[in-house]
């Protein structure tokens, strides 16, 4: 499994989240600590926004705790909204395109969990992706199929619902061709003005997400393991729930693959 941290509000460094913090996400890359595998050194990335619609995108397949580019990216570049990842392959090889967050125009998207079985119905899944974005296919992962069949389902009209039926749709291949986890998800998506995360499973093991207001930043971390062991504040975002983080506000809806 992987591990995640978002952040949306008034500029910071990367590095606030990404290096800085006693269990940063660079730390968690080497030791999480709610996580099946506590190492997760199969690549990283690192998707920002700033004066452009699209974010920029940094992403390498060596372990984040060894590369000192991600340091230094992380400690010049400041961002009002940033998605960060460290990978820990479920299958699907070690390559910088099968490295998180995807990007897709304005969008970014970056996944923990797994569609179970999906060496066995990848084939049938990238049919599910229409012409006009399978150009965006660059990897080989579930992760990369679900963000664009969300875009196909009309991510930009309706976030929670598209979400909802890629899942869905996903969820159903791995019924009939894969196996068992049939759906573990926990995610972080944004169009570069508005963040929203998701936790979800098919069985009752939702991966870990986390969310905190930070009066000293103005903003809002959303994560798979808090950033500091002794830091209040931290909630826990509840299996089957679907949050939006817009304008400093935060909103929570019911999460139900429309099946």
């Known amino acids: ?68 580019n991600l340091r230094s990216v992380a400690h010049h570049i400041r961002s009002g909204l940033f998605l960060a990842h460290v990978r820990a392959s479920t299958g699907s090889a070690i390559s910088r395109n099968n490295c998180h967050p995807f990007t897709a125009g304005n969008w970014s998207f970056m996944h923990n969990g797994q569609a179970g079985g999906f060496e066995h119905f990848r084939k049938q899944a990238d049919m599910c992706v229409s012409d006009d974005l399978y150009h965006h296919r660059k990897g080989a992962t579930d992760s990369e199929v679900l963000f664009l069949m969300a875009l196909d389902e009309g991510l930009d009209r309706d976030p929670h619902g598209a979400l909802s039926r890629s899942v869905a749709r996903l969820e159903n291949l791995s019924r009939e061709r894969g196996c068992t986890p049939h759906m573990r998800l926990s995610a972080a998506l944004s169009d570069g003005k508005r963040m929203f995360a998701v936790r979800y499973s098919s069985d009752h093991i939702a991966p870990s997400v986390y969310y905190r207001w930070s009066e000293a930043r103005q903003g809002w971390a959303v994560v798979s393991e808090p950033l500091e062991a002794d830091e209040t504040g931290w909630t826990e975002l509840a299996a089957g729930t679907f949050m939006e983080l817009n304008d400093g506000k935060i909103s929570m809806t019911e999460f139900t693959p429309e099946f």
């Open 1 to 68: 499994m992987c591990r995640w941290a978002a952040y949306i509000g008034a500029p910071i460094y990367l590095e606030d989240v990404i290096s800085r913090p006693g269990h940063s996400l660079i730390e968690q890359s080497k030791e999480a600590d709610e996580c099946k595998t506590s190492t997760n050194g199969d690549g990283f990335g690192v998707a920002w926004y700033d004066t452009r619609p699209e974010p920029g995108l940094y992403r390498d397949v060596y372990p984040a705790w060894s590369d000192p």
